[in-house]
């Protein structure tokens, strides 16, 4: 079992905080794990840590500046981890790795952090130029690292009313949706427990349309072979 936070924007404009405790596993966890504490998020009034941002603040996204309704959080603790656990390791992004200031400086992200793909080919196949790929494939040891902090390390993850795409330190990363393929294999039991961290939402429906479709960097691979 894990410790999950979370923070909602409600209906009526209050913001609902909450302690969880549910199963150390994927469905949970990737709604938590994206972005390290420090991470700076660009809203309408400058960046902003990730751990300063509430529900309601206004942030920027591809799609204009929006409001965020969720804020999810909990703690990468060096192996302590289960069988079923993502959270065995974080990712460093090193400055200028894809790019003059992408990212400026360091930028840790966990096991949930998705970056968008852009490649020829995938429009002929799938109808978009771009999809998304966990940033954890394309650790290479040299400027994308795959790290176990010696501490414990807080994370979080930001919901926005649809699914979109943030710049964080300069590069395209995901907005939190559990997918549409996390309702298929839960229990009841375990779809009350996950939706009991989205007050502000009725059913899994709520979280709406993929702004991009999701693969592997493996995948992606397969297109030059």
Known sequence: MRKYEAAALLPDLTISFQNHVAPAIPLFEEATSAFARGTLI??????VAIEDLLPGDYIET?????PVMWIGSTVFVPGDCGEASILTHLTRITPDTFGLGRPGTDLLVGPAARMVQRREKLRELIGQDAVLAPVADFADGDRLLRVQPHGGVQLFHLMLKRHTILQVGGIEMESYHPGHSAGQTMSAATRALFLSMFPNLEGLEDFGQLAMTRTTR???ESLHA
């Open 42 to 47: 660009q809203t309408v009034r400058g960046p």
């Open 62 to 66: 591809a799609g204009g500046s929006e």
């Open 218 to 220: 493996a995948a992606l």
